[in-house]
């Protein structure tokens, strides 16, 4: 975990849960070793679901769909949200999930490998999430570009790698070096582009945080 637990865990505590279902979901997944996305992850992205509000959500990584049905449980019931898993073993237990949290009117899950469902969906979407294989983050963010409308949110999960984004790529395993350099390649892209307004957040293990620029151009 990214800063002070001690600090984390004050703050996390100050958060309250979700719903019965969600909450119930999200415990068993981490029993099972699942990634979901953590407590102050949540409490931002709750944030700025209700800030928002946004019509229309594309999610790349859908795990068990906590997330996906945590996107729905807070937006409008027009919002759709379109979330895709690659994961063989995870498609039947997030569209069982899906479908047990009463949102399947508003979630599309589709599955398949995002290296190529992204590049064939041509509608355009409000904000897209983006928690899935990290070293496709580059990759991720260029289709990211092309599929989200003008002033609308990019959100970026897990970007600071439990802090090896810190160190030099020598100093990572060497099974994390490829993660490492193309996440540090996401991260300079993501911030320096002229095409977004981005921050990058210390929340959680690390959020990057992007508004499509409405006429591509920084303000």
Known sequence: MI???????????????????????EREARDNRIPVIRKDTQAFLRFILKERN???ILEIGAAVGFSAIFMAEYTSPEC?????????????????NIEKSGYSDKIR????????????????????????????????????????????????DNCLQEGDI????????RRNRTIHKRMREFLKEITASDRFTAA??????????????NEGQKT
Do not use: C, H, W
Request: hydrophobic share 45%.
């Open 80 to 96: 759709r949200i379109s979330t895709i898993e690659n994961y063989e073993k995870r498609i039947a237990p997030a569209l069982r």
């Open 54 to 56: 946004p019509g229309s």
């Open 109 to 156: 899950l589709i599955s398949g490998d995002a290296a190529d469902i992204l590049p064939a969906l041509q509608e355009s979407f409000d904000m897209v999430f983006i928690d899935a294989a990290k070293a496709q983050y580059p990759f991720y963010l260029k289709e990211a570009d092309r599929l989200i409308k003008p002033g609308g949110l990019i959100i970026a």
């Open 200 to 213: 990058l957040l210390p929340i959680g293990d690390g959020i990057a945080v992007a508004v499509k620029d």
């Open 166 to 173: 810190l160190e030099s790529r020598y100093a990572v395993e």
């Open 3 to 25: 800063g002070n637990e001690r600090l984390t865990g004050f703050i996390n505590s100050l958060y309250k849960g979700n719903t019965p279902f969600l909450d119930a979901l």
